[in-house]
């Protein structure tokens, strides 16, 4: 596991950090929004799992890699959290203010 993230405790990360992860193939970034809000823009990279079907995937988390979650602002995201938590599944952190902090940074947003 990387010494980028706590054993103790889920981390918030800002936009930059998230980039920076993604560039190095450091993390799993999971799109918990809905399919309306993946289909107007996400980050490359990304896989979109919505929290609306957390039943579906919850316990099918990558383990290879830390797992970072984001949605709109970091309302869900924060959530998913909270499930990992409760639920002793394996998540590092997410993005905080969501991809509208990431789109305020002037980050890449793709929708294929």
């Not at 981390?11 to 998230?18: C, G, M, V, Y």
């Not at 990304?46 to 579906?56: C, D, E, G, K, M």
Request: aromatic share 8%; proline share 5%; glycine share 12%.
């Amino acid at each position: 596991m990387l010494s980028f993230f706590s054993r103790n405790a889920a981390k918030t990360l800002s936009p930059q950090e998230i980039k920076d992860l993604l560039d190095s193939d450091a993390i799993h970034l999971i799109d918990v929004r809905e399919a309306h809000e993946w289909n107007e823009g996400h980050i490359p990279g990304a896989v979109h799992r919505p929290l609306s079907n957390l039943s579906a995937w919850g316990g099918e988390l990558p383990t290879d890699k830390p797992v970072v979650f984001y949605c709109v602002s970091g309302g869900r995201s924060g959530q998913v959290l909270s499930w990992c938590k409760s639920s002793g599944h394996a998540a590092e952190g997410h993005l905080g203010g969501g991809i509208s902090a990431w789109r305020m940074q002037g980050l890449p947003i793709t929708r294929d």
